[in-house]
């Protein structure tokens, strides 16, 4: 069974920062991508970046020059180095595995930036 469990949500004041983790734990053989999607209060949940097994990323444009993505492979680890948060990145952040063709989500992490 795979587990991904997130951390290093919180509140912080517009302009700072925070990082976020992921660690995929359980049966992995081959992990293709990890990455971080966002929910915001009655909206959708939107992507917000993404890093392959060969480290290639991609990021929303709202996050693009903000937010850093990188990956541990020998850990099954994924990082999200949030800077220059705003208000509006305030949401529920879930990390996402694709592993051999199946799609696994974490339990979220709340990120509230205060204005």
């Known amino acids: 069974q795979v587990q991904l469990v997130e951390s290093g949500g919180g509140l912080v004041q517009t302009g700072g920062s925070l990082r976020l983790s992921c660690a995929a734990s359980?049966?992995?053989?081959?992990?293709?991508?990890m990455g971080w999607y966002r929910q915001a209060p009655g909206k959708q949940r939107e992507l917000v970046a993404t890093i392959t097994s060969d480290s290639s990323t991609n990021y929303a444009d709202s996050v693009k020059g903000r937010f850093t993505i990188s990956r541990d492979n020998a850990k099954n680890t994924a990082y999200l180095q949030m800077n220059s948060l705003k208000p509006e990145d305030t949401a529920v952040y879930y990390c996402?595995?694709?592993?051999?063709?199946?799609?696994?989500w974490g339990q979220g992490t709340q990120v509230t930036v205060s204005s």
């Open positions: 359980g049966r992995i053989f081959s992990i293709y991508s």
């Open positions: 996402h595995m694709i592993e051999k063709f199946m799609n696994y």
